[in-house]
């Protein structure tokens, strides 16, 4: 099992590529997938899906290019599916174009992804729809804009709610093992444990 990040587009995503037995799937594919592309070729690793925390425009540049080349398939939230016909989900508000795709629902709960028990959280407050991907093998949860280190993900964009993200992050996250790695769509890595002991947006809170 391994997990390596490629940052990738405009604002320069933090894209995770989760390999295990040959397989892999790939998360947030934010900008060309070239070097996902290449890595998958040179490792013979063999793509299985995509998966997408939330449909903002950063976390989605790449996918049409990479089912293309591919053929695989993409998974997220149909409750997130109103912001492609937004400027956050097209990329008009910045001035860059996101090609269209299809995607399929994914289920909350837990599944099988690459051989490795996934739990699909429902975690909305940063996008409507927003998702959490925990993989208790690999003792890591990928939040996407959720929470980052010492912070949390912006609300103040449409369908952006802060004390939605709140509970989201309290009853999704911080109930997760302590040790359990946080990956965020951008910056680095952190913990549970880190971040209810020092996240400021949770400070005066008990848990």
């Known amino acids: ?7 990738l587009g405009p604002l320069e995503t933090n894209c995770y590529v989760i390999t295990n037995d040959n ?7 934010g900008g060309d997938p070239t070097s996902l592309l290449n890595f998958f070729k040179k490792t013979g690793v063999e793509l299985d899906c995509i998966l997408n925390t939330h449909l903002h425009f950063d ?7 990479l089912v293309e ?7 997220a939230a149909e409750s997130g599916l109103s912001l492609m016909e937004t400027g956050l989900g097209d990329g008009s508000m910045i001035g ?5 795709f299809e995607s399929e629902h994914i289920k909350i709960g837990k ?3 690459i051989g490795l028990e996934c739990n699909v959280l429902s975690t909305p407050g940063h996008a409507p729809g927003s998702l959490t991907f925990y993989f208790p093998a690999l003792e890591t949860a990928f939040v996407g804009d959720l929470i980052f280190q010492r912070s949390i993900g912006r609300t103040d964009f449409p369908g952006g709610d802060l004390e939605l993200l709140k509970k989201s992050v309290q009853e999704n996250i911080f109930t997760l093992p302590e040790k359990t790695t946080l990956l965020s769509g951008h910056g680095p890595a952190t913990s ?3 971040e209810i002991n020092h996240n400021p947006f949770f400070s005066s809170m008990q848990f």
């Not at 976390?59 to 290019?65: D, F, K, R, S, V």
């Not at 080349?69 to 998974?75: C, L, P, S, V």
């Not at 860059?96 to 269209?100: R, T």
């Open 1 to 7: 099992m391994d997990i390596k990040v490629f940052p």
């Open 23 to 29: 397989k892999a799937v790939v998360i947030d594919p």
């Open 59 to 65: 976390h989605i540049i790449g996918n049409a290019a």
């Open 69 to 75: 080349a591919t053929g695989k398939t993409i998974y």
């Open 96 to 100: 860059v174009k996101v090609a269209p």
């Open 111 to 113: 599944t099988q992804i």
């Open 192 to 194: 549970v444990g880190d």
